[in-house]
């Protein structure tokens, strides 16, 4: 991970957005064996992208706050947040998740309606 993460920390400082989903999943990787301070600078990087409002970084810090990490607790509330904008964005990978959130309630309310619409992409069109 460290030779792909200087890549993507290159493209990234050449201002190519995807570069700051891949750093972010090299650093979390990394993290397992240096340590919590890689899922902060993760996290800072997808919030970095999210400032820009790159879809994809909203999908996988909502991915994050969903599933944890070893060094983090799940946050539900902001990972349904953090979907809901992707979705907002018709990033439609958000879409799935989102109709899994809702169903289980997942951050929100259970709502079989809403789980519904997003699991048949009824928002996409």
């Not at 972010?24 to 990087?45: Q, T």
């Not at 909203?58 to 994050?64: A, W």
């Not at 709502?111 to 996409?124: M, V």
Request: charged residues 25%; glycine residues 4%.
């Amino acid at each position: 991970y460290y030779t792909a993460s200087k890549w993507y920390k290159f493209c990234l400082d050449e201002g190519d957005n995807i570069a700051s989903v891949m750093l972010s999943k090299c650093f979390l990787n990394m993290a397992e064996d240096l340590g919590f301070f890689m899922v902060d600078e993760a996290v800072k990087i997808l919030k970095s992208a999210i400032e820009k409002n790159y879809a994809p970084a909203y999908f996988e810090l909502g991915n994050l706050y969903f599933s944890g990490h070893r060094f983090y607790l799940p946050d539900y509330k902001n990972a349904f947040k953090n979907m809901k904008k992707a979705s907002d964005l018709k990033y439609y990978p958000a879409y799935y998740m989102l109709s899994v959130f809702y169903k289980l309630g997942v951050g929100t309310d259970i709502d079989e309606e809403l789980s519904k619409d997003f699991s048949t992409n009824n928002f996409a069109f």
